[in-house]
Each structure stands twice: as structure tokens, then as C-alpha cells.
């Protein structure tokens, strides 16, 4: 016999509803087309900030030794201005301790807004500037404090948007999707240098003091598009599903350091890799028109052609890394580079320009660019996620600030000599060599499943094929 009870009343089933039973995460299905969108959000975002960030560089390789640190020597204003690039790679470390923990404490998404607002003031303010000339020594000063808060801001931008593209990717996709990161980074470096064309085809009066500047203030425009877009972006579910269990630390830098400092170590050095990219970027723009005397335009154009295949490139690495490992891939980025810089900076000791072009992209847009493409899923599958993004964030910057300030010893080894080029590149072939010992030792991971990663001891074993 079958006795009959009410149902409980509808006030108290919806208590027991939102109150004691958060609603789940939707199934997979139901968010298809997330990684898509959040790789695309990143690609943007980087390309944006990126921008920001290395129309800086080509600035301080052209203009700022004059503008802002007016000698009687030429060569020691430039070494000046370039030294102030370096300084926004000095102010990572401190902002990959702050923004990592913002990050892995609070949430991804708040940093890649918090980082981008940043980045778009102060670029747009070292664009109002005004010259030695006018305010004396307080020119360059201003410049600095400004490149310190660029660095800042840049020491959060890749490590949140690899770690919110890496939580939403297929965990047989992930390298695939995180390289869409540093595909808008090379967007972003290629649209700056893209910038500079017409400027550096002004006369030499008005680029001095007008000319430069434009670029600086475009920027504006750019960091609104990206906000609008930043703002739509979703929390990860990796994040979202540890905040739920209660699983974040309020502490993240001291959980690494106690359970991952081995690994952060190994990203430190692996960054070291960026060091081809400095050395490419400002010093061997710096020495073919200071020290060989080569016109700016065409040197101009060696980056924009190098980029143009390196945004086209990355995805595919990225694919190939989740093929075949993120070692094999990483490793021939990084042994490749430290043989081709030698030839590329010969070539342009002698100002052969079909060399320099043939050489430049192909250490560049493609040699370069496996690396380029490995490292946002390498790194960041080291780590939890309790601590992936501090992790991530404190390694990178720590060798991006060395890598940084490369191109200031590369200037003080070459002097005045068009053939001490030599130095230098053995001096970049020494970092990628460093970078190769690092990967190597490391674990590999693109089959280790998501939630296992950087646990250790864990069982690499195939990662689910989940759609994407």
C-alpha cells in the first residue's frame, strides 16, 4: 500500500536548490566553441598589448637616443635608449609575483583587463612626453618610470591568456590553442613595425619631433577594442571548479616555491629563448643602421615579412607540438636559432639585403616560431592550477628580464666594429643552448590528461580526445 506525502513546500525545495546545491558547469556540449573563442579573445588581446609593448623597442632603436639622451657620442645615447627597453623586462619579476597572484587567488579574467587598461596608459603618456631638449633630465626619467609599468603590465598579459586558453582547450588541443597567444603577440610586434614604416620615412626634423610619437597615440583606440572584447571572455571552468571545492590558495607564490620550484627554475631558464627574439627585434635593427649604416625602411621590413609567416606559423607548431610532443618541437626552435643567428647577423655585417631578408625570416617566421608556439602549453602543463598561473608568470619573467637586457650587453660587446658581430652571436647561441638543457630535462606532458597536471608522480597516459 502506497501512502501519499505532500510535497515539501516550493520555498523550501528552492532553498535546497541554490543554497546547498550550486548549479553544475555545463556539460562539454553545451560550451562547445568556448576554446575557440577564448583563443581567439587572447589572440586579440595579445596582439594589442603587444603592440603597446614593442613599438617601445623600435622607438628606442631609432629615435629615443636623440630625443630623450642627447651626447656627443651617438653610439652612448643609443646605448642608453636601448637600456630603457631592458627596463620594462626589469619590472616582470615584481609583476608576475602580483598579477600570479591575483591570478591563481582570484581569477584569470581579472588580470587580462587589469593588464591591458595598464599597458594602453601608459604607452599613450610616453607618447606626450616631452623631449630632453624641453624638460632636461626629467624627460628620461618619466620615460623609464612609464617603461617600468609597461613591464608591469606585460608580466601578466601571456600568463593569464595562456592559462584561460589552456583551461578551455580539448586536453588533446591544448598547445594548438594556447599558441594562439603568441600568435597575437607576433601580431602585435608585426603591426608596431608595420607602424613605424611611414614614420621612419619622414624627414629626420619631424620624426624627431612629431613623427614618433604617433604610433604611441594610436594605440588608444586599439586598447578600447580590446577591452570590449576582454570583457566578454569567460572564467575557465579549471579556475571555476577550484574556487567552487574551495581549492585556491591564498598563498599561491608559497605553494610553488614549496611543491614546483624545481620547475620554475627550468621555465627560467627555458625563457632564455626570448633572447633570439630581443636580439632580432632591437639589436639587429641597432647595429645594421648605427653601426653598418643600412637604411632603417628596408631593415624595417626584414620584421614585418618575418612576422607576416610567423603569425601563420604558430597554429601549425602548435598542432605539431600536440602531435609528436612538446619537446621534439621546442628543441629544433631553439638548437635551430643558435645556428642561424650566426649567418643572419653576418649578413648583415656585409649588407648583403637578399641574405638579410632570406635569413631573417627563416630564422624568424619559421625556425624561431616552433619554440615560440611549444612554450605557452609546456610551461604552464608544469603547473597546477592551484599555482599555473604564478608559476608561469614568475618563471617567464625572471628569463624574458635577462633576455631583455640583452640587446644593451650586445651593444657594449660590438663597441664601434662592424665585425664584432661575432660576440654576439656566439653570445645568443650560449642562451639557446641553455634553453635546449632546460627542455630537455623537462618532463614531457601533452599526454598527460588536464586535471593531472603538474601532479607528481602522476601516469602519463593518452588525454581524452574531447570535442572541441
Known amino acids: 500500500m502506497t501512502i501519499w506525502h505532500p510535497p515539501p513546500p516550493l520555498q523550501w525545495r528552492k532553498e535546497i536548490t541554490v543554497s546547498d546545491h550550486p548549479a553544475p558547469r555545463p556539460p562539454d556540449a553545451a560550451r562547445r566553441g568556448t576554446p575557440r573563442r577564448t583563443a581567439v579573445a587572447a589572440w586579440i588581446g595579445s596582439a594589442l598589448e603587444y603592440y603597446d609593448f614593442f613599438i617601445y623597442g623600435t622607438a628606442a632603436a631609432l629615435v629615443f637616443g636623440k630625443v630623450f639622451f642627447p651626447t656627443e657620442h651617438a653610439a652612448t645615447g643609443t646605448l642608453l635608449a636601448i637600456a630603457t627597453f631592458g627596463v620594462g623586462y626589469a ?129 588608444v583606440v586599439m586598447v578600447v577594442v580590446g577591452y570590449v572584447i576582454r570583457r566578454r571572455i569567460e572564467e575557465t571552468p579549471v579556475f571555476e571548479d577550484e574556487a567552487r571545492a574551495g581549492n585556491t590558495v591564498k598563498l599561491p607564490l608559497a605553494v610553488l616555491m614549496r611543491d614546483h620550484w624545481a620547475d620554475v627554475l627550468r621555465v627560467v631558464c627555458a625563457a632564455l629563448i626570448a633572447s633570439v627574439s630581443t636580439i632580432f627585434t632591437v639589436y639587429a635593427l641597432t647595429y645594421a643602421v648605427n653601426t653598418v649604416g643600412l637604411e632603417r625602411t628596408p631593415m624595417l621590413w626584414v620584421g614585418v615579412a618575418a612576422n607576416l609567416l610567423a603569425v601563420a606559423l604558430i597554429p601549425m607548431w602548435g598542432g605539431a607540438a600536440d602531435r609528436f610532443g612538446r619537446k621534439p618541437v621546442f628543441l629544433f626552435g631553439s638548437l635551430g ?52 598561473l604564478s608559476g608561469m608568470a614568475i618563471g617567464t619573467q625572471i628569463g624574458f628580464a635577462i633576455s631583455g637586457f640583452l640587446p644593451t650587453v650586445a651593444v657594449a660587446l660590438e663597441g664601434a666594429d662592424k665585425g664584432a658581430w661575432v660576440r654576439v652571436a656566439v653570445f645568443t647561441a650560449v642562451m639557446c643552448l641553455v634553453n635546449a ?27 581524452a580526445g574531447a570535442a572541441d
Open 337 to 388: 636559432c643558435g645556428v642561424l643567428i650566426f649567418p643572419y647577423l653576418w649578413a648583415i655585417s656585409v649588407g648583403n639585403w637578399a641574405l638579410i631578408f632570406g635569413l631573417g625570416i627563416v630564422l624568424f617566421g619559421l625556425v624561431y616560431q616552433a619554440a615560440n608556439a611549444t612554450w605557452p602549453s609546456f610551461y604552464g602543463e608544469m603547473f597546477t592550477a592551484r599555482v599555473r
Open 91 to 219: 619590472a616582470r619579476p615584481l609583476g608576475a609575483v602580483v598579477l600570479g597572484h591575483v591570478g591563481d587567488r582570484f581569477g584569470r579574467k581579472r588580470v587580462l583587463v587589469f593588464t591591458l587598461l595598464l599597458m594602453g596608459a601608459t604607452t599613450f603618456l610616453v607618447g606626450c612626453l616631452p623631449s630632453y631638449e624641453s624638460i632636461g633630465v626629467a624627460a628620461p626619467v618619466l620615460l623609464v618610470t612609464l617603461r617600468l609599468l609597461q613591464g608591469l603590465s606585460a608580466a601578466g598579459e601571456q600568463a593569464s591568456a595562456n592559462s584561460m586558453s589552456l583551461e578551455h582547450a580539448p586536453a588533446h588541443r591544448r598547445a594548438f590553442f594556447t599558441s594562439w597567444t603568441l600568435s597575437g603577440t607576433q601580431a602585435g610586434q608585426l603591426i608596431a613595425t608595420a607602424a613605424f614604416l611611414p614614420v621612419a620615412a619622414l624627414p629626420e626634423e619631424d620624426l624627431l619631433s612629431w613623427g614618433w610619437r604617433v604610433p604611441f597615440w594610436a594605440s
Open 437 to 463: 638543457v632546460a627542455v630537455f630535462t623537462a618532463r614531457e606532458t601533452f599526454k598527460v590528461p588536464t586535471e593531472e597536471l603538474g601532479v607528481k608522480g602522476a601516469p602519463v597516459r593518452a588525454a
